[in-house]
């Protein structure tokens, strides 16, 4: 079992800063080299060298009975692939997520799989699966233990802002090769370049809290320090993105303005929601909170969600904020776990992964230039997240072996990447094959947690997995 402690006291605090400093004021200024270089070229043109735009989904209203259909097969196939998923030791997670591509055109092609989703129901499933998005978000942020993250605050924000700073990088100078073939028509180089450095960066917390459990290790300092990278990850990930979507909307002075309202906004909860989350939260201490507390709960989630959204980012980034200043701990933030989980991680969930499968289309990767684009990305993506989480982790004092361990764990991707797509997708930053190819990487960075994780000896052993697994 792998353990490990905090950062050594020789690591002095004045000396963290200054390294933090360096490290940002290099990353700020190779940023603005990469978007020097890539200002110079042209962006795709209507027709990609690698594939055609996909199709556009029809905008007819879709009856209750298709969208029954689609709802039921979404949910069985996923519970089904998730329970495969689960018995090889995978985050059930992850299956209902390729369930949910599986039922696209990925598999089944265009015309089959118009009988189970057809594009009237599209519509419908979005703003379905935009629903779920926004209330697991919310969740998210309810999970997020502020105790446990000023703890280990000192080792935590250095090694997730490595994690951060150095697949951004990557991913930005990547889209010096990409921006040509896998943009859309008339996006600037900026915008692209700022959201494929956000999408190499992300870090799912949530199925790494569910691939530490099943690997018995959340209980381990290991673990701990993972859970807490994460968060930190999570919050300064969705911060990065916030700003992106306003670049992406606005536009230089433009974006600007939002960027201001959003770091505003972001002020406004911590200096005046979150007091007022933890005076509400302690009225219900002890006992469950009536249904007009629960109301109340909703009617803010919405409006945090509205505000974001009418500030120019994205509403998801909202509710996030605000479930983070309600006390993880309280009955009020328990009572949302225990009343809206299941709904939403078993039913409006499903529908977010079954209307991204609807928009991935695997056949778009085409060719063996196509493939080879794709694991470039994949490559890049897993060094830069493995290789600044190992850096940093060793500066802080770590040995190599859990910063390694650490760095294949801050490289799970899962639910958080994909959310990060599906909102590049929609504002037509990405194309579709692009869009096609992350999903892929986002997956495969994934799925190989469990095993490498199994690989360096950390976890469950191999033995007693393989006994789990054929119920022994």
């Known amino acids: 079992?792998?353990?490990?402690?905090?950062?050594?006291?020789?690591?002095?605090?004045?000396?963290?800063?200054?390294?933090?400093?360096?490290?940002?004021?290099?990353?700020?200024?190779?940023?603005?080299?990469?978007?020097?270089?890539?200002?110079?070229?042209?962006?795709?043109?209507?027709?990609?060298?690698?594939?055609?735009?996909?199709?556009?989904?029809?905008?007819?209203?879709?009856?209750?009975?298709?969208?029954?259909?689609?709802?039921?097969?979404?949910?069985?196939?996923?519970?089904?692939?998730?329970?495969?998923?689960?018995?090889?030791?995978?985050?059930?997670?992850?299956?209902?997520?390729?369930?949910?591509?599986?039922?696209?055109?990925?598999?089944?092609?265009?015309?089959?799989?118009?009988?189970?989703?057809?594009?009237?129901?599209?519509?419908?499933?979005?703003?379905?699966?935009?629903?779920?998005?926004?209330?697991?978000?919310?969740?998210?942020?309810?999970?997020?233990?502020?105790?446990?993250?000023?703890?280990?605050?000192?080792?935590?924000?250095?090694?997730?802002?490595?994690?951060?700073?150095?697949?951004?990088?990557?991913?930005?100078?990547?889209?010096?090769?990409?921006?040509?073939?896998?943009?859309r028509p008339g996006v600037p180089f900026s915008s692209f370049a700022l959201f494929m450095g956000v999408a190499m960066a992300t870090t799912a917390f949530p199925v790494l809290a569910r691939i530490l459990t099943d690997q018995r290790l959340a209980a381990t300092e290991l673990g701990a320090l993972a859970l807490t990278c994460a968060a930190v990850d999570d919050v300064t990930a969705w911060c990065l993105l916030a700003f992106v979507v306003g670049v992406a909307r606005a536009q230089v002075g433009g974006a600007v303005i939002v960027t201001v309202l959003a770091v505003a906004y972001v002020a406004f909860v911590f200096v005046a929601v979150r007091p007022l989350a933890a005076w509400f939260v302690r009225r219900f201490e002890g006992r469950a909170p009536p249904s007009g507390a629960v109301a109340g709960v909703l009617v803010a989630v919405l409006l945090s969600a509205l505000a974001t959204e009418a500030i120019g980012v994205h509403a998801v980034f909202g509710v996030f904020l605000l479930g983070a200043v309600i006390p993880h701990d309280s009955a009020v933030a328990r009572a949302f776990a225990a009343k809206l989980e299941t709904v939403v991680t078993v039913l409006l969930l499903p529908a977010f992964f079954a209307y991204t499968g609807m928009r991935t289309e695997i056949g778009l990767v085409s060719g063996a230039g196509a493939w080879l684009t794709c694991g470039l990305i994949t490559l890049t993506a897993t060094v830069g997240k493995v290789g600044g989480t190992w850096l940093a982790a060793r500066l802080t004092g770590l040995d190599g072996h859990t910063a390694t361990a650490l760095g294949v764990l801050m490289n799970t991707r899962g639910l958080m990447e994909l959310i990060v797509l599906s909102i590049g997708l929609d504002l037509g930053v990405i194309s579709p094959t692009l869009f096609a190819m992350m999903v892929l990487m986002a997956l495969a960075t994934t799925l190989a947690t469990a095993p490498l994780l199994r690989r360096l000896g950390v976890g469950r052993p191999k033995v007693e997995q393989v006994l789990a697994s054929v119920g022994a």
């Open 1 to 183: 079992m792998v353990t490990t402690a905090d950062a050594p006291s020789t690591v002095s605090a004045g000396r963290a800063v200054v390294v933090y400093a360096l490290m940002l004021a290099v990353a700020v200024g190779l940023f603005f080299a990469i978007r020097s270089a890539g200002e110079a070229i042209p962006n795709a043109t209507a027709v990609s060298s690698f594939a055609a735009a996909a199709p556009n989904v029809v905008s007819s209203s879709s009856s209750l009975l298709q969208l029954l259909i689609a709802l039921t097969a979404v949910v069985v196939s996923g519970r089904l692939i998730g329970w495969a998923f689960r018995r090889v030791g995978q985050p059930p997670v992850i299956g209902e997520v390729v369930a949910g591509i599986l039922l696209g055109p990925s598999l089944l092609g265009r015309q089959a799989s118009s009988y189970i989703l057809p594009d009237s129901v599209a519509p419908v499933l979005g703003m379905i699966a935009q629903l779920g998005v926004i209330l697991y978000m919310f969740l998210v942020g309810l999970e997020l233990n502020a105790a446990r993250l000023r703890r280990r605050a000192h080792t935590a924000v250095a090694i997730s802002h490595a994690s951060i700073v150095a697949p951004f990088l990557l991913g930005a100078a990547l889209a010096l090769r990409l921006f040509p073939d896998l943009s």
